[in-house]
Each structure stands twice: as structure tokens, then as C-alpha cells.
């Protein structure tokens, strides 16, 4: 699985972006899908998951009601929608993929075995 994360940028806090990240490879609909993030200084962290084809999305305290992740298994397409941003959102955004985990691993991102390169956001205040 090759993984292609676009979509960063600069908003000022407020606003609203969307990540997008495609995926090759013919899994792609059984995967589990996630987003996380690194800010500047910080260990990488989990912001969002849908575990396998389940259709539910796991988040990340933090982000949970502002931010939306989804997938289009049809065109190998996955999305975060960002809303109400704030500067402590900034960070490098990276999607990720994985084959073998389950539920309670969600969050740990040793657990994924694709990753993309990351879109860079950047939330002014």
C-alpha cells in the first residue's frame, strides 16, 4: 500500500480544512484507516481512526466534534475534515494504514504498517 497525504496549509484559527490521502493496492476497503499528527516538539499522536469496514470513526479527545474522518473505499480515498481550528492544531498530518490490529490497538501508531509523507497545517492565531 503506497499512501499520498495532501490538503495542509495555512488557516487561521476558526477555519476549516480538508486532508485527503490516496491509497494504492487492492485492500484498501479492509484496512484500518487512521490520521495522526506531529506537532512541533511532540511525539506523534493519534487524531482519528475507522477501524477495518466498520464504518465508525474513532477520536482523539481533543478533536472529537470538530473533526470528521471518512472513506470512499471505491476510490481508495481517505479524508479528514477539520473544523474550528486552533493554533495547537498545527502539526504535520500524516495517514496511515494497517492490516493486523484490533480495536483497543486503535490508537497506538506501531500498530500501522503504511504511512504517507504528510500535509503540513498550520492554524494562526
Known amino acids: 500500500v503506497q499512501l499520498q497525504a495532501s490538503g495542509g496549509g ?9 486532508l485527503s490521502c ?7 476497503s479492509s484496512l484500518t484507516v487512521g490520521w495522526f499528527r506531529r506537532a512541533p516538539g511532540k511525539e506523534r499522536e493519534f487524531v482519528a481512526a475507522i477501524f477495518r ?8 479527545d481533543s478533536v472529537k466534534s470538530r473533526f470528521t474522518i471518512s472513506r470512499d473505499n471505491a476510490k481508495k480515498m481517505l479524508y479528514l475534515r477539520m473544523s474550528s481550528l486552533e493554533p495547537e492544531d498545527t502539526a504535520v498530518y500524516f495517514c ?12 497506538n501508531p506501531n500498530r500501522y504498517d503504511y504511512w504517507g509523507q504528510g500535509t503540513l497545517v498550520t492554524v494562526s492565531s
Open 96 to 107: 496511515a494504514t494497517a492490516s493486523r490490529i484490533i480495536l483497543s490497538e486503535l490508537k
Open 22 to 28: 490516496a491509497a494504492s493496492g487492492h485492500t484498501f
Open 10 to 18: 495555512l488557516v487561521q484559527a476558526g477555519g476549516s480544512l480538508r
Open 53 to 60: 469496514n466498520s464504518g465508525r470513526p474513532s477520536y482523539a
